[in-house]
Each structure stands twice: as structure tokens, then as C-alpha cells.
């Protein structure tokens, strides 16, 4: 009898895969591919619980899709430059080269150890010269097509990691990565016009079905389209124009004044020579060094100026005051707005705090505001009021006829304006890809030649913790000739966000070594789309879009075909442990390594994979821990217990696999082998359609029990008493639950399956297929309401999960009708009734 002992059993069954390159892909002639891709990590010296979930998700679909036959892409590799290793360089007086390369190490044999079914000839790095180069050769290509270009902008500024911050980088105000409050600076800046690319970023969206509703929804906020008009101001007394941007022309004949941002180029033209003069350019300075997220907030008390001036509406020639305030941001829009108090929350607050005028232009469907008495601004749409030749309208009828009014008298037009920002790239730290430029005194910017890429980091640097770029001080460096006239120049020292590497990073995979290119097109046009991204949702915005811009201009330099580069998301929660997120920081940490140790890899894949849904955060619990421990150590037995008897038996699964005929069988023998084929049919829908996959493995565990009820093994004398009559039946469950089981816990499933005398590679092995006739899906009746009132009857598998009967309903053209604008709770009884609430109450 043989003792489930992992640490004996693991490091054998990894040592058979990599001598079989067991996960190379290409080896499969003529089958489909599949590119399983997971987030690559940043080598920060350990693995911690999140990567683990992030890697066992994406190894059980890889593997799984390796068994069902398709020619599986699974890379992995190194997101290796960045702030953190310059940081610990400086503590620890040490290159980060050194340092990285360390971790990278570490790090490679911790991913070993968990078993995972990487391609690792496919692995890269981006610190390297042979990575990075293409960063600076695809820079290259877009300076050439005005994609990258420089500009003196104001920037977010981290002043403790004392470098850049992209708007995105910018969180609640503070840096993402240290939490420092964001400044405001003007440098001169490298910036790629990802807003070229606004519309069909936000276009394609709608399209794709393959990634969460959330994921979606927040990069549409992100990109922010706004429709409307653009008007005219004249100012009283000057030739000078202000341009408004506004989404309710709708409510022009309610503007009671005009807002300019304080940084607005007109403002110290407005107040030359007159008493508001002073005031005006105090104010503006003190804004001056508010980002622009904090301007935006919406709890931020809203303060202004007058700065004495009138300006004249164009569609009502009333005169308003012209204020400078907070609350407008230059970077949007125009960077001014007329204001109408009485229907904007913002403007609202301002005009109450400074004694404006409120007129009520629009009253909602209910019926008339009482426009003395108004307490709130009404921000809906509705019809109009007190609006002259307008009134009367409908919000949507009277922005048509207003902004076609104004575009016919010259004074405004239809506009579109866009949040999204262009991203800026610089970065004044060393730990990354120099950008490849050369500012000559006459030729001003010129980009290195293609063939004397790549521009090296140099190695000698002296880091300080305080201030300035480490490569501006290195001469030798700095000092080049410029590529065009020759002339002694100046080398650009800023190096790119380490955002642009992970931006094309899955591309590289397919071709890694190429040193031609950054890949083979007709490779990529083999692989691409990426089939499954299984990552964190906090790079929902940052990194999706950046690697979604970068597809978009490698499909326009010719390189690739698509636009989009992944089909379907997979965005996994958090591992939680007492509640919040595990973090160095909190000390709520579970250390993988020490998991590994005390129960091997299997049981922390499987305790990472069976807690929670991939979707949902996953509460770190060492009961659930013991339990999945209990189950790993218990289907062990079986097999140890059951295999010399099963000895006579032919192999029914897998390549060499007969089958079993269907029968007679005797009951107990029949009833298992339905649970059998229950089971593969369950397991093979979790995995490749729903990505159940707590699921799966709790279907695994009824297996189990199944088989232990109808061969029982003893725990204290392990005698198996399976009857020749039996022991098919009993075959067939124990390799099925080995095949099955490898996703999963691979290392556990290739020691049973070789336990029951098989000499394949489970991990290689064919994945077991359903018997129909022995598979009686159940089906029940749903009733489906929404708000109450019964829409539909859906038919749908019992024991369907709320997810997929609710999923269903959306799927139902009755029930869709309905669904208006949103669900916002539903409440579900089991194989009977789903009630879905709507809000609006359409019903
Ligand atoms: C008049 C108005 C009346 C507005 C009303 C709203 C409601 P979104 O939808 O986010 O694009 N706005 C324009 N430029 C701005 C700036 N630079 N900084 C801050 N706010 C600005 O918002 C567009 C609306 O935000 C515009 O429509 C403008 O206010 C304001 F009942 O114009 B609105
Ligand atoms: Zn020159």
C-alpha cells in the first residue's frame, strides 16, 4: 500500500513532462489551435496567492484543451522592468539586473513546482536587449506615423517614486503604486496618440461578448464618449471668443453664466488691466497644482472667481458673468462651459455658493417644477420651458433643433469629445527601454536607425533615492551623434512605462527569438486571437486597453490582420484572507511555498480552484484546505487500493482505451458507470463553456464517493473486493476520474493513471468522451418573472446555477423584452422560478 506523498510524487511526474516537452505546442498536425494566455508576472522575488489562482485557472483550460486535442499555445514569461526593482537596487546597493535576474530564477522554479503546463521555449523577459528592442524599433514606426510624438504637457507627478504618472496611473488622486498624493508638473513628455484610436476602441466593445459586462463597462467609462455641441460666446467688449463644449444645449435658455478652467489660455487676457486682475491670477496659480482627477471629484467644494467680464449667448444674446472655477477642467472639452445652474448638480452647488441666478428651463415628464422652490437641480431630460421659440420641446427634439439653429447662424456645432487622454509614456527612471531618439541642435528629434537598435541601458549608473533621471547623468550615455547630419547631439534619457512592454508582449510568444522582427506575421495570424486571458481585474483598464491599442497599430503597420486581440476575458477575483486582500503589507498572507511543503502542489491548485468561482474573491480557509487534502489522499487510496485487481481488465480510456460494452451489467455496476459518464459530461461543460470550475471539482468529489460506495475500501486493511463482474465498471470510473482529475491536480492524476497500468502521459492522454446514452440530462421548467409578473418559461438543465438560468432569460426574446433597463436583483428558487427586478419598473 502506497501512502499519497506529494512531495515524492511531484518533482517525478515534472521531470517526465519536461522530458517530453509535454506542453510544446506545434505538435499536433492538422488540429486547431488554442492560445490560453495568463497575465505574465512582475518578478518581484516571490510568488504570492494571487498569481497562484491566476496560473491554476489558466492551466486547467490549457490543459484541458491539450487533452481534447488542440494544439495549445501556453506561454509564460517576465515582466521585468520597473520602479520596484530601481527601488530595492538602491536599498540593497545592487544592480537590478542582478537583482531581477534573481527573482526571475526563484520565481521560474516556484512555477515549476506547482506543475504548470508552460511552454517554456516560449519564455521571455522584456529587461532583455533581444525584448526591448522591438519596444524601440515599434516606437520607431510610430514616430514615423505621428502616433508617438512630445509635447510640454502638465503631467502627473509621483513625488516619492519621482517619475510620471499616465492618468490611469492616477488613482483617487494618488500614485497607484506608492499612494503618494499626484502633483501637477510641466515637462516635456513622450506620448502615444492612443486617442487616434478612441472611437473603435469604444466601438468594437459591444462586439465583445467574450469579456465581462464589467470589464467593458469600465473601459466604455474610460474612453468616455460625449455627444454634443460646441457653441460660441462672444466676450462684451473684446474680440475674444469662448468656446463651450455642452452635452443639453437643450437648456441654453438657463445658462446663467460661463466657467473657465483657471489654466484656460484666455483667462489672463480676460482680467488684463482690471480690478479682478489680482484675484484672478491667485486663484488660477493655487489650481494650477490640483490634478485633474482631484478637480473632477464630485465631493469637492466648488470655488471660483469673477474675473468682471460679460460674455453674450449666441442663441439668446443674454449677457452672463464669466467666471473662472474649479471645477472645469482645461483637458476636456474646450475647457469652458456655460453653466445652467438650475439642471446641473455642479453647476448647482456653485451658483447657490455665490448667489447666481437658477432658471428652470427643462420640467421633467411628471410634471412642472416649481421653479422657486427648487431645492435640487433637475438633471434629467424632459421637455422645455421658459426657452422662447423652443419651448415645449422634448430634450432629444430640442437639442436637434438648437445646435441646427446654432450651426446655421455660424455660432456652434455638432461636436464629439472623448475622456480617454493620450498616454504618456516617459518616465525619468533607468529601469527601462530607453527611447530611441536623438535631439540634435539643428535636426531637433530624430529616431536612431533601425540598425543600430537596440539603444543599450547602460549598466554603470549610479541610482540615487532622490531626484533626476540616472541616465541624464551618465555622459557616455547622453553624448551621440546626431543620425541624420552627424553633429554632436544630446541622446533622449527619458525611458518608456513599463506598460508599453506588456502592451504587445503576446505577440513575442510566437516568435520569440526572432531577430528580424518583433514576430512573424504569418506565425501571429496562426495563433491570434488569444483564445482565453485570464488576469486580475485591476488591469481592466490600464493594461487591456493599452494591449487592445497596440493590436489595433501593429494591425495598421501592416503586421497583424486584427484589430482586437482577445477573444474571451477571464477576470479572476481576489484570494482574501479575514476579508481583505492578501498583501506583505497586512500580514494576511498564506506563502505558496510553505502550501506546497506542508501539502503539495495539487491540493493548493485544487484549494485555489474549488473555494470560490474564477470570478468571485476566494476567502483563504485551511479547513477547505484539509478538505480538498482529504480528497486528493482518498481517490489516492482507491486507485492504490483497487489497481491489481483492475489488472485483468483492458484499458477502456485514452488513446489505447477499448471502451466498455454497454452491458448487461449488473445494477451496482450500471448505476456507476451513469455516475461516470455523468460526470465527464458535467466536467466537460464547466470547463469549456462556463468555467466552473469549483464546480467541476465538486463533481470530481462526488465521483469519489460514488466509487467508494460501490467498491468500498477499508481504511484500516486495504483489500480491494471489486468482483470480476464489477471491475470494469471500476476501471472505467477510476480512469476517467484520473483523466479528469488531471487539469486540475495533474501530478495526482499522472500516478493514478499510472497506478492502473497505463504508460502514457495522462497529461497527453485523449480527454475522456460522454456515453449519450448514459448521460440522462434532466431537464426542468423555469418560470421566469420580471417585477412580479410571469414572461417566460425557460427550459434549462436541473440544478442550473442562478448565473446560467438568469443568463438564459437575457438569451429569451419574451423574457428580453422586459428587461429595459437593467436587472438590479433577482431572486432565484432552484429548478422553479427566477424573479428578476428591473429598474424603471417597465415590468
Ligand atoms: C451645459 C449643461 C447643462 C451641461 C446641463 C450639463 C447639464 P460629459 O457628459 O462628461 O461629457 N463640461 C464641459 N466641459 C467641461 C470641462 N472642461 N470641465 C468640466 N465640465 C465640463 O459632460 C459634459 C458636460 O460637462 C457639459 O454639458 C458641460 O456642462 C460640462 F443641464 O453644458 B454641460
Ligand atoms: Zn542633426
Request: charged share 25%.
Amino acid at each position: 500500500m502506497a501512502e499519497y506523498n506529494p512531495a515524492e510524487i511531484e518533482p517525478r511526474w515534472q521531470e517526465a513532462w519536461e522530458s517530453a516537452r509535454a506542453f510544446e505546442p506545434g505538435r499536433l498536425a492538422g488540429a486547431r489551435k488554442f492560445y490560453c494566455l495568463e497575465m505574465l508576472p512582475y518578478p518581484s522575488g516571490r510568488l504570492h496567492m494571487g498569481h497562484v489562482r491566476n496560473y491554476s485557472i489558466g492551466d486547467v483550460v490549457a490543459r484541458f484543451q491539450t487533452m481534447r486535442g488542440l494544439d495549445v499555445m501556453h506561454p509564460m514569461g517576465w515582466d521585468s522592468f520597473g520602479l520596484p526593482a530601481e527601488n530595492a537596487a538602491i536599498k540593497h546597493s545592487r544592480h537590478p539586473a542582478e537583482w531581477t535576474n534573481e527573482n526571475i530564477s526563484h520565481m521560474r522554479a516556484q512555477l515549476r513546482s506547482m506543475g504548470y503546463a508552460y511552454a517554456w521555449s516560449r519564455e521571455i523577459a522584456s529587461h532583455l536587449p533581444e525584448y526591448y528592442r522591438w519596444n524601440q524599433w515599434l516606437f520607431v514606426r510610430m514616430y514615423e506615423k505621428d502616433l508617438a510624438y512630445r509635447s510640454r504637457r502638465k503631467v502627473n507627478w509621483c513625488p516619492k517614486c519621482l517619475t510620471v504618472l499616465a492618468n490611469e496611473q492616477v488613482e483617487q488622486g494618488a500614485c497607484w503604486r506608492c499612494e503618494t498624493p499626484a502633483e501637477q508638473r510641466d515637462l516635456d513628455q513622450w506620448f502615444f496618440r492612443i486617442t487616434r484610436y478612441a472611437a473603435e476602441l469604444l466601438d468594437d466593445l459591444p462586439g465583445m461578448t467574450g469579456w465581462p459586462e464589467r470589464v467593458r463597462t469600465m473601459q466604455e467609462n474610460w474612453i468616455g464618449r460625449s455627444e454634443g455641441c460646441d457653441l460660441d460666446f462672444r466676450v462684451e467688449g473684446s474680440g475674444a471668443i469662448i468656446k463651450v463644449f455642452t452635452t443639453r444645449v437643450d437648456t441654453i435658455h438657463g445658462c446663467t453664466f460661463v466657467a473657465i478652467a483657471p489654466d484656460h489660455a484666455l483667462v489672463t487676457e480676460l482680467v488684463r488691466g482690471l480690478p479682478e486682475e489680482a484675484e484672478v491670477a491667485r486663484f488660477a496659480e493655487g489650481e494650477r497644482k490640483v490634478p485633474s482627477a482631484e478637480k473632477l471629484r464630485a465631493g469637492r467644494e466648488k470655488r471660483g472667481v469673477f474675473t468682471g467680464r460679460q460674455a453674450i449667448n449666441p442663441i439668446t444674446g443674454t449677457k452672463v458673468p464669466i467666471w473662472v472655477a474649479n471645477f472645469v477642467v482645461a483637458e476636456y472639452g474646450t475647457g469652458a462651459l456655460e453653466a445652467v445652474p438650475a439642471h446641473d448638480a455642479r453647476d448647482y452647488e456653485f451658483a447657490r455658493a455665490y448667489g447666481i441666478p437658477i432658471r428652470v428651463v427643462v420640467d421633467p415628464p411628471e410634471g412642472p417644477l416649481d421653479a422657486a422652490a427648487l431645492e435640487t437641480p433637475y438633471t434629467g431630460e424632459g421637455t422645455t420651458r421658459d426657452s422662447g421659440a423652443y419651448s415645449g420641446l422634448k430634450t432629444p427634439e430640442a437639442r436637434r433643433r438648437i445646435t441646427r439653429d446654432a450651426e446655421r447662424a455660424g455660432v456652434g456645432r455638432g461636436a464629439i469629445q472623448f475622456k480617454l487622454r493620450d498616454w504618456g509614456i516617459s518616465r525619468q527612471r533607468y529601469w527601462g527601454t530607453p527611447i530611441p531618439i536623438i535631439h540634435c541642435p539643428a535636426c531637433g528629434a530624430v529616431p536612431v536607425a533601425d540598425e543600430d537598435l537596440p539603444v543599450l541601458l547602460p549598466a554603470d549608473v549610479r541610482l540615487q533615492a532622490e531626484g533626476g533621471s540616472p541616465l541624464a547623468a551618465h555622459r557616455g550615455f547622453v553624448e551621440a551623434a546626431c543620425p541624420k547630419c552627424g553633429e554632436p547631439a544630446r541622446r533622449e534619457t527619458d525611458t518608456m512605462d513599463t506598460f508599453v512592454d506588456s502592451a504587445w508582449y503576446f505577440y513575442r510568444y510566437l516568435d520569440p527569438r526572432n531577430d528580424g522582427a518583433p514576430f512573424d506575421s504569418k506565425v501571429a495570424e496562426s495563433w491570434f486571437p488569444i483564445d482565453l486571458y485570464v488576469g486580475g481585474i485591476t488591469h481592466a483598464i490600464l493594461h487591456l486597453m493599452y494591449a487592445r491599442f497596440f493590436s489595433m497599430v501593429l494591425r495598421d503597420l501592416g503586421l497583424v490582420s486584427r484589430g482586437e486581440p482577445v477573444k474571451r476575458l477571464l477576470t479572476q477575483g481576489m484570494v482574501t484572507l479575514g476579508g481583505s486582500a492578501m498583501s506583505k503589507s497586512k500580514g494576511n498572507i498564506v506563502d505558496p511555498d510553505e502550501m506546497v511543503r506542508k501539502h503539495g502542489a495539487d491540493v493548493t491548485r485544487l484549494f485555489t480552484l474549488f473555494a470560490a468561482p474564477p470570478e468571485k474573491d476566494l476567502e483563504w480557509n485551511d479547513l477547505g484546505v484539509e478538505g480538498v487534502d482529504r480528497f486528493a489522499r482518498r481517490f489516492h487510496r482507491l486507485v492504490d487500493a483497487h489497481a491489481p485487481a483492475l489488472a485483468r481488465v483492458p484499458p477502456v480510456f485514452g488513446r489505447e482505451g477499448a471502451g466498455l460494452a454497454n452491458g448487461p451489467w449488473p445494477a451496482v455496476a450500471s448505476a456507476l458507470r451513469r455516475k461516470t459518464h455523468a460526470t465527464i459530461f458535467k466536467i466537460t461543460e464547466d470547463v469549456d463553456r462556463r468555467l466552473h470550475l469549483n464546480t467541476a471539482i465538486a463533481a470530481l468529489m462526488e465521483l469519489t464517493n460514488a466509487i467508494y460506495l460501490a467498491a468500498p475500501v477499508s481504511d484500516l486493511e486495504v483489500v480491494s473486493r471489486v468482483d470480476a463482474a464489477l471491475a470494469p465498471a471500476v476501471r472505467e470510473a477510476l480512469e476517467a476520474g484520473s483523466l479528469l482529475l488531471s487539469p486540475f491536480a495533474p501530478h495526482l492524476a499522472e500516478e493514478c493513471w499510472s497506478m492502473l497500468g497505463r504508460s502514457t502521459l495522462a497529461a497527453r492522454e485523449a480527454w475522456p468522451e460522454p456515453d449519450t446514452a448514459l448521460v440522462e440530462t434532466e431537464e426542468v421548467t423555469i418560470v421566469v418573472q420580471v417585477n412580479g409578473k410571469v414572461r417566460g418559461r425557460l427550459s434549462v438543465a436541473a440544478g442550473a446555477s442562478e448565473s446560467e438560468v438568469l443568463e438564459a432569460a437575457r438569451a429569451d426574446e419574451k423574457v428580453k423584452a422586459h428587461l429595459g433597463a437593467g436587472v438590479s436583483r433577482t431572486v432565484y428558487v432552484p429548478d422553479k422560478l427566477l424573479n428578476v427586478v428591473v429598474q424603471g419598473g417597465r415590468g
